[in-house]
């Protein structure tokens, strides 16, 4: 699997657990660090730890396990590495606080349309 099906892989895997505001930002150009960041909100502390345990399961059955997992404890901001895509799972205010997307208003976003279900 591509960096960019792994990346949408996991945007699917986030949709269907129901995360808010989920999109892709390819990096590859930008830094050494990924390829790919997919981003999502969630509205409590407890749906960001299930949307980072969905992931991990998934992924994990597919033969991914992430090279680092952070923020785990306060669920605050839950950051899965799978090396080439990185996975940023937010509660709500902490993703408005922070906003990657105007530190990486540069990448270029990947087009989730047929993969994300309309809402």
Known sequence: MTSLELACEVAKLLDRKKAADILALEIKDLTTIGDYFVIASA???????????EVEEQLSKLG????????????????????????????????????????????????????????
Not at 43 to 53: I, M, R, Y
């Open 43 to 53: 509205g409590s502390t407890t749906q960001v730890k299930a949307l980072a345990d």
């Open 64 to 119: 991914y396990e992430p090279r680092r997992r952070e923020g785990y404890q306060s669920a605050q901001w839950i950051l899965l590495d799978y090396y080439d895509v990185i996975v940023h799972i937010f509660y709500k205010e902490t993703r408005e606080f922070y906003s990657l997307e105007r530190l990486w208003a540069d990448a270029p976003r990947v087009n989730l349309e047929g993969i994300l279900t309309e809402d």
